[in-house]
């Protein structure tokens, strides 16, 4: 298993999915974020505002992807320099925004990056979800946590933890009183937290 780092060493890039500006998720997410120690770097960057191209797989006929360049390469750099990585993703249709994923399988390229070693520097990274959905079943989330942690764990990776969220208007969210004390707590308990799963 990974060491700790210390929180001198601790770095979050917050990944916004969300095809609306200020939704509940990253209401959410900022509710979390106001928890963590000042001197700990934050980046914010919303992936409606870096759009990537559609994703080719190339694996089998180039084999070597080139250098991404672009608002790709803001992603890519942003990636690797953070310690934690904050998924923040509403619920669409039991999975990922179509951002999120597009995001994800540009990482398929990364991995292919010659000299970039994207795969061997995500190892020991922290993962973090911050997720809503517009049902009082918060259990429904679970395929959409289940990709990230999946992914985590073939990077090596940590699965650090999760806070579920109800949302359906802008600003529903801040009603939902159980996911905001989840989300107080969130960096400093980790693990999904159990209230977040409640009928």
Do not use: C
């Amino acid at each position: 298993m990974p060491t700790d780092p210390k929180p001198a060493d601790r770095s979050y890039l917050f990944v916004l999915s969300s095809a609306r500006t200020g939704g509940n998720a990253e209401a959410l997410a900022r509710r979390a974020a106001a928890a963590l120690p000042r001197a700990v770097p934050q980046t914010w960057l919303d992936l409606a505002r870096l759009p990537l191209a559609p994703f080719e797989d190339i694996r089998h006929s180039v084999g070597v992807y080139p250098a991404s360049e672009g608002h790709a390469r803001t992603l890519f750099d942003a990636t690797l320099a953070a310690s934690d990585l904050v998924f923040v993703v509403p619920v669409y249709w039991y999975a990922v925004p179509t951002s999120a994923k597009l995001y994800l399988d540009h990482w398929s390229g990364w991995m292919r990056v010659e000299g970039a070693d994207f795969r061997g520097r995500m190892a020991g990274k922290r993962f973090w979800a911050v997720t809503i959905l517009s049902d009082r079943d918060l259990r429904q989330a679970e395929p959409l946590l289940g990709t990230l942690k999946l992914t985590a764990e073939y990077l090596n990776a940590t699965w650090s933890g999760s806070v579920v969220g109800f949302g359906n208007k802008p600003g529903d969210v801040l009603a939902d009183h159980a996911a905001l004390a989840d989300a107080d707590r969130l960096f400093g308990a980790g693990g999904d937290l159990a209230s977040s799963f409640r009928p």
